[in-house]
Nanobody
């Protein structure tokens, strides 16, 4: 079983910063890509940023230069540092990981989501 535990959401004023963290645990052999998605009310879930096992990162255009994704392969964690937050960043943020487990099955797993609210 693979479990994801997210933390770090909250309420912040426009221009402020938050750092989200996601810890992956369970019977894991390998973790491939790790990513953060978000879903705002009434909108589809969208990819915010992704990082490969080698550290290559990709961002959606709206967060480039403001958000930074990072991972610690020794601790099986992925973080999202969010700076210069805007009200448009308000959403539930989800961690997603591509994992091979101890049964040698490979699949994507989701965290439970953490609310980020940015007020002006």
């Amino acid at each position: 079983q693979v479990l994801l535990a997210e933390s770090g959401g909250g309420l912040v004023q426009s221009g402020g910063s938050l750092r989200l963290s996601c810890a992956v645990s369970g019977s894991i052999i390998s973790i491939y890509d790790m990513a953060w998605y978000r879903q705002a009310p009434g909108k589809q879930r969208e990819l915010v940023a992704t990082i490969s096992s080698g550290g290559s990162d990709v961002y959606t255009d709206s967060v480039k230069g403001r958000f930074t994704i990072s991972r610690d392969n020794a601790k099986n964690t992925v973080d999202l540092q969010m700076n210069s937050l805007e009200p448009e960043d308000t959403a539930v943020y989800y961690c997603n990981v591509d994992v091979r487990d101890s049964d040698y099955s490979r699949g994507h797993y989701w965290g439970q989501g953490t609310q980020v609210t940015v007020y002006s």
